[in-house]
């Protein structure tokens, strides 16, 4: 064991002083790879914590939600829908949803107008003539509590609003762009009539009957389409695969080009490295013995790339929100929330990880290394 | 403590450009003392010095190391033996460039894993008694043909090998290194190895530190020897 | 012990491999810290009964995935692409975003 040791230590010190030699080369080479493990693990990192995130929160959200469709269109819930849905069996909680989108030219932004149904209590309850907004629109806007907002309607009818709150930062996530107004409020300024809402939201007694319940209010309102929680959560499921596709698509042109990089390095053995392996055989190394430094070689490497991207990117992802994705993720809007992502790493993905950047650097170091290691010893003497 | 018996060895049996380098030898190798192969380029001499030196094995005959008959066996077994018994000297050197001097030298001595210090010890020692102490940190290849020889021999040595075994060492030196190869030669006989070369310089087969001078021609053993 | 290079190697790798178990520690630690948030974050979702996050306000569909109706964009598949890649290719038209309130007037039905 003691001399199993002292001899994988000589092979490491023997691969540390061959890979000194072409100093730059390999920090140059070890530095792309870092890089490359960076922007994987930060990818990774980011949408599995969101996507964790946005499944522990979500599951607050309404359990039923009624749209009315017209002509392809999700319309105003007439008057008479909500008794209608009331003689369904099963259906614990009605409720008519105000909400609905206003844009702001001062600051080109998208806002989402809400009437939180006057039962609430907490945020929920906004009084007539006032307003709470969302940290996002509070920053944009340079808001504070107190102050005096006005908003010309879509009808041209100008609106005066005192904030009367501000959401907290932490809840940005979920309500960086919400304002929140009486319901009053929200009638007059879209004009909606009394008894019209937005949609309904649900809630039944029993969560398993969910889907018989949906097929009754598809039974009773033919022009409803029905969204269920479950599909909600699945949403944002694929909705992040897809951003995170997207940086995919941005990362796999750069993880090409480190895999022809780390190909060519490790595969096309120079005469100069076939002869240094001959010499190696010639003065009594096996041909393991060969193999076993050039494993190292990769190992090392590999390992030391890997550790380090995924530092990295745990302090990029967790400390440093992400900066780096910001770009991305933001697209055109304008208000763009900042949270700080609670981290859930998942050994899984890190193993799936650790496979795939470490696994291939090390065999293709090893692979064009084995075609040279079993040349005979007495090949330099012949040559 | 080398015995050959009727040693044939082929290059690309089979085909078109098979070649018989070695047509029957039978020679003994006595210990502690200097035998030279000689003979013109193309005889065999090199070949006849892979197989003394368990590189590689015969198409047919024996190779017997002391008692034991070594022809036979596999390659793993072959190294072990190699690396404990010879020690190399090539004709380039075939030092690994970019390497210091002491890392070349402490190269065959990195897969039998001994203790780091020791080897560091003994790999300085060597590069002392070969006059080359204050050079071990400069890269092989800044070094002077000579100094690179000697580097190659005390490689040869860093695993005290009973035999030391040398491919043309004065193909590439001028003659006062190569007087200066054969003093070195002169003390390792004395400190008890068994040394087995090939040369056709004139100044190595004259010698007299060389015992005995083995003359080979088209793979066969030249009567005339000494 | 540092002069030989495997010790050193050893080195560097224990001390990343501390760094990477670190990770684990910090986001145990920082988890905690942020259970009170997270909990009032389901909270708000609850009371005001939101369906999304809000993570692109750009669009309709966008900022509530869940909800745009079937002709929307991304309801084909949400692999599908509307504005990516053409859209980080190309921002959204400048007239449109000007004559925003106009267009909006001429679209006032709610889709």
Request: proline share 4%.
């Amino acid at each position: 064991m003691k001399t199993w040791i002292a001899r994988q230590k000589a092979l490491i010190d023997f691969t540390l002083s061959s890979l000194a030699r072409r100093k730059l080369k390999n920090l140059g080479l070890l530095l792309v790879y870092t890089v490359i493990v960076f922007l994987l693990a930060s990818v990774m990192l980011y949408t599995h914590a969101l996507r964790h995130e946005a499944a522990q929160v979500l599951k607050n959200s309404p359990e039923v939600i009624v749209q009315r469709m017209v002509a392809g269109r999700h319309d105003l819930i007439p008057p008479g829908y909500l008794e209608k849905l009331g003689r369904i069996r099963g259906v614990q909680n009605k409720e008519g949803r105000l909400w609905g989108y206003f844009y702001d030219n001062v600051v080109s932004a998208n806002y989402t107008l809400m009437a939180p149904s006057p039962e609430e209590h907490g945020f929920g309850r906004v009084a007539d003539g006032t307003i709470v907004i969302g940290a996002a629109v509070a920053r944009e806007r340079g808001l504070v509590p107190g102050n005096l907002i006005s908003f010309r309607s879509y009808t041209g009818k100008l609106f005066v609003f005192t904030v009367a709150a501000v959401l907290p930062h932490e809840a940005e996530l979920v309500s960086a762009d919400l304002l929140l107004l009486s319901e009053a409020d929200f009638r007059a300024f879209f004009e909606i009539s009394a008894g019209y809402y937005n949609d309904i939201a649900l809630s039944v007694a029993n969560p398993q009957e969910v889907r018989n319940i949906a097929g009754k209010i598809s039974e009773t309102l033919p022009d409803a389409r029905i969204i269920l929680r479950e599909e909600v959560l699945r949403t944002y499921e694929s909705i992040f695969n897809w951003r995170e596709g997207i940086v995919l698509v941005l990362l796999s042109g750069s993880i090409l080009a480190f895999t022809i990089f780390a190909w060519e390095k490790a595969s096309g053995l120079s005469a100069e490295e076939k002869r240094e392996i001959g010499i190696l055989k010639a003065i009594g190394w096996e041909t393991g013995d060969v193999l076993k430094m050039k494993l190292w070689e990769g190992a090392l490497v590999s390992l030391t790339a890997f550790l380090l991207g995924y530092v990295v990117a745990y302090f990029h992802v967790f400390h440093f929100s992400a900066a780096l994705f910001e770009p991305v993720l933001k697209g055109w809007s304008v208000l763009y929330p900042r949270f700080e992502l609670v981290p859930v790493v998942d050994g899984f993905q890190i193993a799936t990880l650790f496979f795939f950047t470490v696994f291939p650097y090390t065999v293709a170091t090893i692979v064009p290394i084995w075609r040279a290691a079993i040349t005979d010893p007495d090949a330099v003497m012949r040559g | 403590m080398i015995k050959l018996t009727d040693i044939r060895k082929a290059y690309h049996q089979g085909q078109h450009n098979e070649l018989w380098a070695l047509n029957g030898i039978d020679l003994a190798i006595e210990a502690n003392k200097v035998t030279a192969l000689s003979g013109p380029s193309g005889s065999g001499k090199s070949t006849l010095l892979t197989l003394i030196g368990c590189m590689a094995r015969p198409t047919s005959g024996r190779v017997q190391l002391g008692e034991r008959d070594i022809s036979g066996l596999p390659e793993r077994f072959l190294t072990d033996i190699r690396r404990k018994t010879f020690g190399f000297v090539f004709q380039q050197f075939n030092l690994i460039a970019g390497l210091s001097a002491r890392d070349n030298v402490m190269l065959p001595a990195y897969p039998l894993g001994g203790d780091w210090r020791v080897l560091h010890e003994r790999a300085d020692a060597l590069l002392d008694s070969l006059k080359l102490g204050q050079r071990r940190h400069a890269r092989v290849e800044w070094l002077s043909g000579g100094e690179q020889q000697r580097v190659a021999i005390a490689r040869a040595l860093i695993n005290d090998p009973q035999v030391v075994i040398a491919d043309e060492p004065t193909a590439n030196l001028d003659t006062a290194l190569s007087r200066e190869f054969m003093a070195i030669l002169e003390s390792l006989k004395q400190q008890g190895k068994t040394i087995i070369l090939t040369s056709h310089d004139p100044l190595v087969v004259e010698s007299s530190v060389v015992d005995r001078v083995v003359h080979l021609r088209d793979g066969h053993l030249v009567e005339g020897g000494r | 012990m540092l002069s030989r290079k495997s010790h050193r190697a050893f080195v560097l790798l224990a001390l990343l491999l501390a760094l990477f178990l670190l990770t684990f520690a910090d986001a145990g630690r920082y988890r905690a810290g942020r259970a009170a948030a997270l909990q009032q974050n389901e909270q708000i979702v609850a009371q005001l009964g939101l369906t999304d996050l809000c993570l692109f306000t750009e669009a309709r569909y966008t900022r509530h995935p869940s909800q745009a109706d079937l002709q929307s964009a991304f309801q084909d598949h949400p692999l599908a692409f509307e504005h990516f890649p053409s859209g980080s290719l190309l921002p959204p038209p400048r007239n449109l975003t000007a004559a925003y309130e106009n267009l909006d007037r001429k679209t006032k039905s709610a889709d």
